[in-house]
């Protein structure tokens, strides 16, 4: 008998190298294909798990459900089968196999066999029984997953301490999420080393990071009552979050009185660590996922491009009663009016008549779009747990680009925006904020233009010292800027209440849901946070 040629196929990324044997000269005339031909076919299908295909290549039809049950006990995922030199005689033939499997949750399985084959009308067919799944298939057996799990890894503040006991407050709670019974959807999911019933993670960390904190169980593949594989095990990672406990606290104490909804967030501006994350109201996360106007304190925003386009904090503008930009009729709050002023002054007190003119003659919708993504509007998030995309879409009028100088039209942000753009502020650098350390960001640190940092830290410094904040008892030291950002239809538009800003490392942003005034509402709730640090 002639020795056989190698052929190589490449289904998906497999390639499958096979030993073919030409048969003898009857077989040349009188056989259609080769046994080699024949397993490639077979083998490919078992690959992309096409169980159609696989019984067109049987002698004798037949249903081939112990490929469903393989796959779906082990959770497979995919396979690879690569296969050997044949092995031919007397219109019969084997095929040697090495097949991988790779189990969902378990990593790979690796295990040998061989596909029998037969001559039938003249063709080879594969002579399929129970063994050729697997040497050790017999009838009527079934695979299954044997596990024994590892104790859950912990979750915990950056002190350390445990933060998923259930003993921590709602906010906390929010964020690390809870331990539910698995359905059957998790177990999908998951893989089949879990179970229904199985205590999995649900909501926040718990959910985002369950394989990292459940670990790997030590498993065994069986077969009937026969162990033909242990997978060794791995234990859980904690998980380490950037929460402080006494900014947590301090945090607390600032808004538990707070008769609207309420939320703060603060952030380390050197490193974008969130330290704390605080809502007064439970259910929905307004201080991660909050959509909302961010009112004057978009100014700040605003100001890094007037102050990178070459202003300076003393440079002389105007503050009228109104001013019309772009076909808009702009006001200041309560009607108030400041004639010439500084640029800083302006700024204290909050003057949209000032802004809106200024983005006008010196930014542009593009400038304005270059500050605000350079803080974090409209870049990827990434902290841990699921949290708003702050918006600034691109102006396409003077009368939207005047409105988003002062935080309206269609901008929207969350507390956690706002503190990180304060954060920015404070350090000179905007970084992806974020509540777990070890994950990978999906945008880049942005360094401010020359000149932004300084000039913004004496002009919030101002705010404060004799702008709207100034009678907020907020401590020396302390950097900010108010925003009443309006919302609804109508004439009459209600307002929420923002305060954010920064004092040393520690940058801050507080919203009071429908709370009117800035100053007088969100600056004294910052205040206290402050104070209790």
Request: aromatic letters at 6%.
């Amino acid at each position: 008998m002639a020795r056989g040629r190698t052929i190589a196929i490449v289904s998906g990324a497999t390639v499958l190298a096979v030993g073919a044997a030409a048969g003898g000269a009857y077989y040349v005339l009188h056989t259609r294909g080769t046994p080699a031909e024949t397993a490639q076919r077979f083998a490919a299908a078992w690959q992309a798990g096409d169980k159609s295909a696989m019984t067109r290549e049987l002698a004798t039809p037949q249903q081939l459900d112990a490929y469903d049950q393989q796959r779906s006990a082990l959770a497979v995922e995919s396979a690879a089968i690569k296969l050997g030199r044949v092995a031919e005689g007397d219109g019969r033939a084997t095929v040697p196999y090495t097949a991988t499997l790779n189990l969902k949750n378990l990593g790979e399985w690796t295990y040998e066999g061989e596909i029998g084959l037969v001559v039938a009308d003249r063709t080879w067919k594969v002579d399929w029984k129970p063994a050729t799944l697997h040497p050790s298939m017999t009838q009527g057996a079934a695979f299954s997953l044997k596990t024994s799990w590892p104790g859950r890894a912990e979750i915990t503040d950056a002190s350390g301490e445990r933060i998923d006991t259930g003993a921590v407050g709602g906010s906390v709670q929010q964020l690390v999420g809870y331990l539910d019974k698995a359905t059957k959807k998790d177990v999908a999911k998951l893989g089949s080393a879990y179970k229904v019933g199985q205590a999995v993670g649900r909501g926040g960390l718990q959910e985002t990071f369950q394989k990292r904190l459940a670990g790997r169980p030590a498993t065994e593949i069986r077969l009937g009552d026969k162990t033909l594989k242990t997978i060794e095990g791995a234990d859980g990672e904690p998980v380490e979050t950037t929460l402080d406990p006494k900014a947590q606290a301090a945090a607390v104490t600032a808004i538990k009185t707070v008769k609207k909804p309420a939320s703060l967030v603060a952030i380390k501006a050197s490193t974008g660590g969130i330290l704390t994350v605080v809502n007064n109201v439970g259910g929905f996360n307004r201080a991660l996922d909050g959509r909302y106007p961010p009112g004057s304190t978009f100014k700040a925003v605003t100001a890094i491009g007037l102050l990178a386009a070459g202003m300076s904090p003393e440079d002389k503008v105007t503050c009228p009663m109104y001013a019309t930009v772009g076909g808009l009729k702009i006001r200041n709050s309560d009607k108030e009016e400041f004639g010439s002023l500084s640029f800083l002054d302006s700024f204290a007190h909050s003057c949209n008549t000032t802004f809106a003119p200024l983005a006008e003659q010196k930014l542009g919708a593009d400038k304005l779009l270059q500050a605000a993504e350079d803080v974090g509007f409209n870049q990827p998030l990434n902290i841990g747990v699921p949290a708003a995309k702050p918006s600034f879409p691109k102006a396409t009028s003077g009368a939207e680009l005047a409105a988003e100088s002062f935080g309206q039209a269609r901008i929207t942000a969350s507390p956690l925006t706002m503190a990180s753009v304060a954060a920015a502020i404070a350090d000179g650098t905007w970084r992806p904020p974020t509540l777990v350390p070890s994950i990978k960001q999906k945008a880049d640190e942005r360094e401010l233009p020359g000149r932004v940092k300084s000039g913004l830290h004496t002009m919030m410094s101002a705010v404060v010292t004799k702008g709207t904040a100034r009678s907020a008892g907020l401590p020396a030291g302390t950097h900010g800027k108010t925003g009443t950002a309006e919302y609804g239809t109508g004439e009459k538009l209600e307002s929420h209440a923002w305060f954010m800003g920064f004092k040393g490392d520690v940058a801050f942003a507080v919203v009071v849901e429908g709370g009117g005034g800035g100053g007088a509402v969100a600056a004294p709730v910052a205040a206290t946070f402050l104070k209790h640090l």
